[in-house]
């Protein structure tokens, strides 16, 4: 069979989008930005224009998905780069930029989180660079200098705290900026609250064991974390 022939050619392609439809795949294919690495409950991708699609483990993610989990759900994702990211129940989370191709410089991830917890292990990406990876919420940005980090965020408010790195060789830090203004944590346990629209990121401060724990609780269903002690001065 002639393939380049039109007529041919034609049924080809009206062949491809019968498959899309009937079998409910995405109409373009592009390279996953990672994987689901475990779930519990429901949760839910969804490229712009296209269905939502159940996620299990092993399904593959992608840069503009927007990931959502169902109540009393978790989900824990890894990228391409070993970034690490879990969401706890009823979170949505949006994926704006993966790029682990190319030099340094045209390397990055970013994210946004719309609602929910959330915690994230930073991958190659920020090692490599730390300027090239952030995380959005409704009210402040997190900059990245190799980390991890837990939090919980609504539309209008958001609570941030700097986690024990899994790699206790390296330094951690965050900044953490909106137009209001910006605060720099170095300290593992040690957190900011942004309490609405129209504040700037709170001056650092220990937190509470039991404003973690509440944090931690919606995604210790996939993975136990260890809370870390407060560093004695």
Known sequence: MNIHHPDVFR??????????????????????????EAIKGTAWGQLPGET??????????????????EMDSTIQLLFNDQTKFFLGADTEMSIDKFNDQGTAEER???SSVIKGTFRFVTGLIAREKPES???NTSVATIGIRGTQVVA???????????????DTSRKTSIDVYNQFGK?????????TE???????????????LETINNIMRSMQSIQRINIP?????
């Open 108 to 110: 990055g991830f970013s």
């Open 152 to 166: 919980e965020t609504d539309a209008t408010s958001a609570t941030i705290i700097l986690m024990e790195p899994e």
């Open 229 to 233: 002690r407060p560093r004695m001065q």
């Open 183 to 191: 605060v720099s944590i170095d300290e593992p346990g040690y957190g």
């Open 11 to 36: 049924h080809l392609c009206h062949l491809a989008l019968f498959f899309c439809i009937a079998f409910n795949l995405p109409a373009y294919a592009a390279d996953p930005a990672g994987k689901v």
């Open 52 to 69: 939502a699609r159940k996620l299990e483990k092993g399904s593959p993610i992608y840069q503009s998905d927007i990931l959502r989990t």
């Open 194 to 208: 942004i309490p609405d629209q129209f504040s700037p990121p709170s001056p650092p401060r220990r937190m509470r």
């Open 133 to 135: 990876m952030e995380v």
